[in-house]
């Protein structure tokens, strides 16, 4: 589990096709045990044996993420997993990215940015004004949802600590959507289908 709260930026030292996926060499600023789970852009991968940081990404990752895009010198945000007894700073983060959607804004005023993204219609309904979303692993608050776009504001932190302040038009992103949103849609698809077996609508 992460929170969403990056810890720094890497940089993509080689993204090789191979026969299982895409192998991903990452340049971090700490060393990571093997099979030790590190978010990468949002994306939970597990750390393979050897030196530096490395990690097989197999293709149901590369559909319903933004790793298979990636290319050597890419910066991506890092967030290693949490620790018992660690404090929730963000929100519940899995690394699940649920898939990917296309930034159609990037305003900056003064020192805060706007982020406008278009989101896939599957998940339109598990974002929430005031709620938490993960954009390429960053945990944020979402300031408004209408036509398959949602928005969030951007602090001059999280444009200096992140990646984020790299986006522009047209960029596609990593979304994962707050877990409880997930469990309220599942919640309420069920009863109603129990009210309609029931014969109440």
Same mark, same amino acid.
């Not at 992140?162 to 979304?175: F, I, Y």
């Given at each position: 589990?992460?929170?969403?709260?990056?810890?720094?930026?890497? +940089?993509?030292?080689?993204?090789?096709?191979?026969?299982?996926?895409? !192998? #991903?060499? /990452?340049?971090?600023?700490? %060393?990571?045990?093997?099979?030790?789970?590190?978010?990468?852009?949002?994306?939970?991968?597990?750390? #393979? *044996?050897?030196?530096?940081?490395?990690?097989?990404? @197999?293709? &149901?990752?590369?559909?319903?993420?933004?790793?298979?895009?990636? !290319?050597?010198?890419?910066?991506?945000?890092? *967030?290693?997993?949490?620790?018992?007894?660690? %404090?929730?700073?963000?929100? @519940?983060?899995?690394?699940?990215?649920?898939?990917?959607? /296309?930034? &159609?804004?990037?305003? !900056?005023?003064?020192?805060?940015?706007?982020?406008?993204? +278009?989101?896939?219609?599957?998940? &339109?309904?598990?974002?929430?004004?005031? $709620?938490?979303?993960?954009?390429?692993?960053?945990?944020?608050?979402?300031?408004?949802?209408?036509?398959? +776009?949602?928005?969030?504001?951007? @602090?001059?932190?999280?444009?200096? !600590?992140?990646? #984020?302040?790299?986006? %522009?038009? $047209?960029?596609?992103?990593?979304?994962?959507?707050?877990?409880?949103?997930?469990?309220?849609?599942?919640?309420?698809? /069920?009863?109603?289908?129990?009210?309609? +077996?029931?014969?109440?609508?």
């Amino acid at each position: 589990m992460f929170t969403g709260i990056v810890e720094a930026t890497g +940089r993509v030292r080689a993204a090789r096709k191979t026969s299982k996926g895409l !192998r #991903l060499e /990452v340049e971090a600023p700490w %060393r990571i045990a093997p099979g030790a789970s590190v978010a990468i852009g949002g994306v939970c991968l597990t750390a #393979l *044996e050897g030196k530096g940081l490395a990690f097989d990404v @197999i293709p &149901e990752t590369l559909k319903r993420t933004t790793l298979g895009g990636l !290319r050597p010198g890419a910066r991506i945000n890092l *967030e290693r997993a949490l620790s018992a007894g660690a %404090r929730l700073d963000g929100h @519940i983060v899995q690394g699940h990215v649920d898939g990917s959607g /296309v930034v &159609e804004s990037f305003a !900056r005023k003064g020192g805060e940015a706007t982020l406008s993204v +278009r989101v896939p219609a599957a998940l &339109e309904d598990q974002i929430v004004p005031k $709620g938490s979303i993960a954009v390429d692993g960053v945990s944020l608050t979402v300031v408004d949802v209408k036509d398959r +776009r949602f928005s969030v504001a951007l @602090i001059p932190t999280t444009l200096r !600590r992140t990646t #984020l302040s790299r986006l %522009r038009k $047209g960029d596609r992103v990593n979304l994962e959507t707050d877990v409880l949103a997930k469990y309220a849609k599942k919640k309420s698809t /069920v009863t109603l289908a129990l009210l309609k +077996r029931a014969g109440f609508v």
